[in-house]
């Protein structure tokens, strides 16, 4: 229950890290705070003391203040990460990024204890950035990130030398992450390596076009992101996979994607977006689906495919959706909701959510922020919110993947959806990965095997081949 990273104190004498260390730690997981430890004798103090996570402590260059992130737990689904700054022994706390209402990433002391460098995550995009003790925040460079090979989802790294310059981790739609640097004042980066040049330099990758449209539920602004497979004619009609993320607090980005790539140049138009529920768009936007997910996420995703439609080189007969974790949720509930898909892959889903937090690794957490209690005491409440309560309505053939070992969404959520699919005829596949965690693409090989079952089945219900 010890979370790092560890700061020591500028004289060597005391490590700063963040623990939870509660008689009730199992049942309150996310209740942290930062502690001391002395050296010479052990003892270790708590110097925060609030409910909700304290953690990434880091103290300041002359020893007198520690940062660290966090947030006062209202027990919702989803809260923005906040810096705090407090003197050495834990007193006068305060907050730094009440007006920033983005997630801190990452933060360091500048040199002169003045101030701050760290990342976020905005619209999608990862950037770098600098803040003031005031609470000032003016952003350095973005397109940060690249670290997640298989999807676009946000991530990354950097480090800053004494004198002010950043090297971080640089990606855009054609490239993972590179090395790349900030001069101290300068207004742009300058991109030091090319690693994946041999194998990408010769290839036609498929352009990723920023989209906005509105939600059929409520108007809001939604974005996302097209990816027109090469040689792409907006004469002709093309196929369509919709690739939704999971989390589902998280996002996506026009960042590198091995696996919506390989979908591009297999022949298919990829929409990927951010619906309700994503992160980088503010706190507010995020707890739209809190106790109420999935829901209107589905009037977000589907509004996409209409407007991708709209644009008049998409074949409606040849339409076809995935997505993992809680992409998985989303498309078993899209079919349950929709005919309109050919065929759907569904990826290490949750099918039902009673079983699922009895039977996933993190069930003190979902009971407690992602539901109204226990699902003993509110059935109808789990039961109305699980794909499985529509299964009744699917019709489109499904393929289900999930790892043997994946303790996150376990197995048995997928051999619910499966055996109730063929109870009911419809053509279903269930594809188990020996081994594989959550984190399917982990291995390279499971990427690539993954990739190529979804366009397997995708190819066996086209209506154009």
């Known amino acids: 229950n010890h979370g790092g990273p560890i700061s020591w104190t500028p004289d060597g004498t005391t490590l700063i890290f963040s623990a939870n260390r509660r008689s009730d730690w199992e049942y309150d997981p996310q209740n942290s705070e930062v502690y001391e430890l002395s050296l010479a004798d052990g003892s270790m103090t708590a110097l925060t003391g609030r409910q909700g996570p304290d953690g990434s402590p880091s103290v300041s260059p002359d020893g007198r203040h520690i940062a660290y992130l966090g947030y006062d737990d209202r027990a919702q689904g989803y809260q923005v990460t906040r810096l705090y700054v407090m003197n050495r022994d834990g007193s006068a706390a305060r907050l730094v990024t009440e007006s920033f209402d983005r997630d801190i990433q990452g933060a360091v002391w500048t040199a002169d204890g003045a101030g701050f460098y760290f990342q976020y995550d905005d619209k999608g995009n990862t950037k770098l950035a600098h803040l003031s003790l005031s609470g000032a925040v003016n952003t350095l460079v973005g397109d940060v990130g690249g670290l997640s090979l298989g999807r676009p989802y946000g991530g990354g790294s950097f480090s800053v030398s004494r004198d002010g310059n950043f090297a971080y981790t640089h990606s855009r739609p054609d490239h993972p992450a590179d090395i790349a640097v900030l001069d101290a004042g300068a207004s742009s980066g300058r991109r030091l390596t090319a690693l994946n040049d041999d194998l990408l330099g010769h290839k036609q990758l498929g352009e990723?076009?920023?989209?906005?449209?509105?939600?059929?539920?409520?108007?809001?602004?939604?974005?996302?992101?097209?990816?027109?497979?090469?040689?792409?004619?907006?004469?002709?009609?093309?196929?369509?996979?919709?690739?939704?993320?999971?989390?589902?607090?998280?996002?996506?980005?026009?960042?590198?994607?091995?696996?919506?790539?390989?979908?591009?140049?297999?022949?298919?138009?990829?929409?990927?977006?951010?619906?309700?529920?994503?992160?980088?768009?503010?706190?507010?936007?995020?707890?739209?689906?809190?106790?109420?997910?999935?829901?209107?996420?589905?009037?977000?995703?589907?509004?996409?495919?209409?407007?991708?439609?709209?644009?008049?080189?998409?074949?409606?007969?040849?339409?076809?959706?995935?997505?993992?974790?809680?992409?998985?949720?989303?498309?078993?509930?899209?079919?349950?909701?929709?005919?309109?898909?050919?065929?759907?892959?569904?990826?290490?889903?949750?099918?039902?959510?009673?079983?699922?937090?009895?039977?996933?690794?993190?069930?003190?957490?979902?009971?407690?922020?992602?539901?109204?209690?226990?699902?003993?005491?509110?059935?109808?409440?789990?039961?109305?919110?699980?794909?499985?309560?529509?299964?009744?309505?699917?019709?489109?053939?499904?393929?289900?993947?999930?790892?043997?070992?994946?303790?996150?969404?376990?197995?048995?959520?997928?051999?619910?959806?499966?055996?109730?699919?063929?109870?009911?005829?419809?053509?279903?596949?269930?594809?188990?990965?020996?081994?594989?965690?959550?984190?399917?693409?982990?291995?390279?090989?499971?990427?690539?095997?993954?990739?190529?079952?979804?366009?397997?089945w995708f190819a066996r219900y086209r209506g154009d081949q």
């Open 208 to 456: 990723v076009t920023e989209i906005w449209y509105q939600s059929s539920f409520d108007s809001r602004e939604i974005q996302g992101w097209i990816v027109h497979p090469p040689g792409f004619d907006p004469q002709r009609k093309y196929p369509l996979i919709l690739e939704i993320h999971g989390g589902p607090f998280a996002n996506y980005g026009d960042r590198f994607a091995a696996e919506i790539q390989l979908y591009a140049a297999a022949g298919y138009v990829v929409l990927y977006t951010n619906p309700r529920g994503s992160t980088s768009y503010g706190e507010e936007f995020g707890n739209l689906i809190h106790h109420a997910y999935p829901g209107h996420d589905y009037d977000d995703l589907i509004s996409g495919v209409d407007a991708l439609v709209d644009r008049g080189y998409i074949d409606r007969e040849n339409m076809f959706v995935t997505g993992g974790s809680g992409g998985g949720v989303l498309s078993s509930w899209i079919v349950g909701k929709t005919n309109r898909f050919r065929a759907a892959v569904v990826q290490k889903p949750v099918i039902n959510w009673y079983s699922f937090v009895l039977t996933s690794d993190f069930y003190t957490n979902f009971t407690k922020y992602w539901f109204p209690g226990f699902p003993w005491n509110h059935t109808e409440h789990y039961m109305n919110r699980s794909p499985l309560s529509l299964v009744g309505n699917v019709t489109t053939p499904t393929m289900l993947i999930t790892g043997e070992a994946d303790h996150r969404t376990p197995i048995s959520e997928s051999e619910q959806f499966y055996q109730a699919l063929k109870l009911r005829k419809i053509d279903a596949a269930l594809v188990r990965i020996p081994d594989a965690s959550h984190g399917i693409a982990s291995r390279p090989s499971n990427l690539i095997a993954k990739v190529a079952h979804v366009l397997a």
